[in-house]
Structures are given as structure tokens and as C-alpha cells.
């Protein structure tokens, strides 16, 4: 086992306190070790889709973090091909929430979706992909045409 040194807000902090104290952890090192086996795992959940998804992608920032607004609008102008629609929701004088819907391969998506919620100065993200087949029209018989 190795020894390391992370740097972590004092409100993050604060809740991994509170949530080691409500589910019996001994100490900070377990809680962390367990919730990084448990965010391992989901991203390797997450990384194994593959082909035409749609997806929504959720994320808080400071929107006072040097340039990180700017940032972002190149980065969805970049891919505007993936980016449907987004809110856009100021949370308090600090904090704005995003929440965009995001549509295309997978690979691609989660891609752009990571590179976003790792940009520096972004407090929170998450992704929610869901598949939307082979990419092959459906054929239906339900009384109407699609034109």
C-alpha cells in the first residue's frame, strides 16, 4: 500500500467526514479507497457502450474560475454535432449547473462528456448515457407515415 497526498475542498472534505461518520468508516482512508473502487467501477461500466446513444450530461462550475466559461463555449461549439440543447441554471453567486443533452456515438460522447467534467474550475459532473441501437431504421406499422 501506498501513501499519497491529495488536495481536497474544504466542502468535500466535509462530506466525506460526515458520510464516513454515518456508515461506521474508521477513518478517511477507507471511505476514500471504497468510493474510488466504487467510481472505478462505474466508469468502467460507463466506457464498455458502444455505437448511437443519446445522453445528459450535468455539471457545476464556478463561473468566476479564470476563462472556464470560455472555455466551455469553444468547447461545445467544437462539437456542436454531439451538443442537442442546453439549460443553463445560476445557482448561487458563484455556481452555475449545466445540463446538456448530448447525442452520437458513445466513444465520442463520453469523450467530450469527460473532457468537459475534467476542465479545471468544474466541481461536478456526470454523464447518464443511454443506447439507442444499431443505428438502423426501426420499420413499424402503426397507422401513419414519417415524412
Do not use: W
Not at 27 to 51: K, V
Not at 81 to 105: F, Q
Amino acid at each position: 500500500m501506498q501513501r499519497i497526498t491529495i488536495t481536497i475542498e474544504d466542502d468535500l472534505l466535509a462530506e466525506i467526514d460526515a458520510a464516513a461518520e454515518a456508515r461506521g468508516y474508521q477513518n478517511r482512508s477507507e471511505i476514500i479507497r471504497d468510493l474510488t473502487r466504487a467510481g472505478l467501477q462505474q466508469s468502467s461500466e460507463d466506457t464498455a457502450q458502444a455505437g448511437p446513444c443519446v445522453a445528459g450530461l450535468v455539471y457545476v462550475y464556478d463561473h468566476a474560475a479564470r476563462d472556464l466559461s470560455k472555455r466551455l463555449v469553444q468547447e461545445f461549439h467544437g462539437h456542436h454535432d454531439l451538443a442537442l440543447a442546453t439549460l443553463h441554471v445560476h445557482l448561487d453567486d458563484s455556481n452555475c449547473m449545466e445540463m446538456t443533452a448530448l447525442k452520437g456515438d458513445a466513444a465520442e460522447v463520453r469523450h467530450f462528456a469527460d473532457h468537459i467534467i475534467a476542465e479545471r474550475g468544474v466541481r461536478y459532473g456526470r454523464v447518464v448515457m443511454i443506447p439507442t441501437g444499431d443505428g438502423r431504421p426501426k420499420l413499424r406499422k402503426h397507422g401513419h407515415r414519417h415524412e
